[in-house]
């Protein structure tokens, strides 16, 4: 790692690479235009494993065959999550070129979260035991949650700090936090940073439908997951996994990258007050944090990435955290949520959201929110309805806010190189 250490502690942090496994596609352009078209990558549950559930429904990465990234035997090793996590990854490490000849692997941390992976997993690893008193090695390894990024770090050789953070729905924005102030704080070249999860077991689904949070409209599960609407009934659970390759604007020139967008700011904050309801004020307060961090004011941000879950509870609660901290101008800004497209991956969900973001900011537009069909008086927002909206776009709020109070929201914008650099 070139002189890290001795750097100073004011790094610009840059996006250089991105890869996704989404319900969309397992490919930038197959995920960015599934956005912008307004599809829905819910579908139904099929398979004898999940009949007994109330509601099958689900967003999956569909058509994923593991045979065409992985050998047999290395794809027994893995968990959904951990394959999925390399999938994504791969691309995002192709997408930012990095290779032994212009990286340190020292250098090299990899911040890859997964917050429920592991459980559904290892469920039946464990259902084998209670009916045969048997069990298999691969047990520990595979449901660990930091598989995804072990793999990750495996896999390229990297030494950097390997962390798995576990922070349930806002797991992903954390990871890309912690990972953004390492890098900015001079102690580390590059992160893979991300998160991955896959929930697809019959007891975890089980598990979530028991909390009557999720959608019940098997009838038609593209149109299930309806954020912002007065009859929405739920979230829809989704897997996937989002990874971008974090780097220091100073390293990232000097080997010649192409740089996708700039980290300005991360806001984290917990709202010590429920597991499973959560506050204004928690929400508020990593918004406000966020933006500070960033050094802009509420005029600074052009379109905010909502966690927009469509539970009853929490689209109302962020809707008016929103207006909290941005007093009249939260009417003036764009506010769309992604997950009635690509379901609620949990951990997953911040990073493929926060890509989305990045693509935002490229082609100057934002995505709908799709299923809207009935105005709710207390959520009254401009949240993109109508379709994609082509607009001008600097700066972006992505919000993730988890069960547990754990918020996290980042800020990206647009990159914009100082003079100096230039010449």
């Known amino acids: 790692m070139e002189n890290a250490n001795l750097r100073e502690k004011t790094e610009r942090v840059v996006i250089t690479g991105m890869g996704v496994a989404s319900p969309l596609g397992c490919s930038l352009d197959e995920f960015w235009s599934g956005l912008l078209a307004g599809r829905s990558g819910v579908g139904s549950l099929d398979g004898s494993i999940f009949s007994g559930l109330p509601s099958k429904i689900g967003a999956m990465v569909w058509g994923y065959d593991e045979a065409q990234y992985f050998e047999s035997k290395e794809a027994r090793r893995m968990s959904r999550s951990s394959q999925l996590g390399l999938v994504a990854a791969e691309q995002a490490v192709a997408n930012s070129g990095l290779d032994r000849d212009?990286?340190?692997?020292?250098?090299?941390?990899?911040?890859?979260?997964?917050?429920?992976g592991g459980y559904s997993a290892?469920?039946?690893?464990?259902?084998?035991?209670?009916?045969?008193?048997?069990?298999?090695?691969?047990?520990?390894?595979?449901?660990?949650?930091?598989?995804?990024?072990?793999?990750?770090?495996?896999?390229?050789?990297?030494?950097?700090?390997?962390v798995d953070v576990d922070a349930a729905c806002s797991t992903a924005a954390h990871?890309?936090?912690?990972?953004?102030?390492?890098?900015?704080?001079?102690?580390?070249?590059?992160?893979?940073?991300?998160?991955?999860?896959?929930?697809?077991?019959?007891?975890?689904?089980?598990?979530?439908?028991?909390?009557?949070?999720?959608?019940?409209?098997?009838?038609?599960?593209?149109?299930?997951?309806?954020?912002?609407s007065a009859d929405r009934d739920g979230m829809v659970l989704g897997e996937g996994s989002g990874i971008v390759v974090l780097e220091a604007e100073s390293h990232a020139l000097k080997r010649g990258?192409?740089?996708?967008?700039?980290?300005?700011?991360?806001?984290?904050s917990a709202d010590s007050s429920h597991l499973t309801q959560p506050?204004?004020?928690?929400?508020?307060?990593?918004?406000?944090?966020?933006?500070?961090?960033?050094?802009?004011?509420?005029?600074?941000v052009d379109y905010?990435?909502?966690?927009?879950?469509?539970?009853?509870?929490?689209?109302?609660?962020?809707?008016?955290?929103?207006?909290?901290?941005?007093?009249?101008?939260?009417y003036k800004i764009p506010v769309s949520g992604n997950k009635a497209a690509l379901?609620?991956?949990?951990?997953?969900?911040?990073?493929?959201?926060?890509?989305g973001c990045v693509l935002s900011l490229r082609d100057q537009i934002v995505p709908p929110t799709i299923n809207y069909k009935v105005p709710d008086p207390e959520c009254d927002l401009d949240y993109v309805t109508e379709g994609r909206r082509e607009v001008p776009?600097?700066?972006i709020m992505s919000n993730s806010f988890a069960f547990g109070g754990s918020n996290a929201v980042l800020v990206v914008g647009t990159y914009e190189p100082n003079i100096e650099n230039i010449k």
């Open 257 to 268: 990258a192409s740089i996708l967008a700039e980290v300005k700011g991360y806001g984290a």
């Open 122 to 162: 290892s469920e039946a690893f464990f259902k084998k035991f209670y009916e045969d008193n048997r069990l298999s090695p691969f047990t520990i390894p595979i449901s660990m949650n930091v598989g995804p990024g072990s793999n990750i770090s495996i896999k390229y050789g990297f030494q950097g700090p390997l």
């Open 175 to 228: 990871s890309i936090g912690y990972a953004f102030n390492m890098i900015r704080n001079g102690n580390l070249d590059i992160a893979v940073s991300g998160a991955s999860d896959s929930p697809f077991s019959p007891a975890v689904v089980g598990a979530w439908m028991a909390l009557h949070a999720m959608s019940t409209r098997e009838d038609c599960p593209a149109e299930a997951c309806r954020p912002f």
């Open 343 to 355: 379901g609620h991956s949990i951990a997953g969900s911040g990073a493929l959201e926060l890509i």
């Open 279 to 300: 506050t204004q004020k928690g929400p508020a307060l990593a918004m406000r944090r966020a933006l500070s961090d960033a050094g802009l004011g509420l005029e600074d």
């Open 393 to 395: 776009l600097k700066n």
């Open 304 to 330: 905010i990435n909502a966690h927009a879950t469509a539970t009853k509870w929490n689209d109302m609660n962020e809707t008016k955290a929103i207006k909290e901290v941005f007093g009249d101008r939260a």
């Open 102 to 116: 212009n990286v340190d692997p020292t250098g090299v941390g990899v911040f890859v979260g997964s917050s429920i």
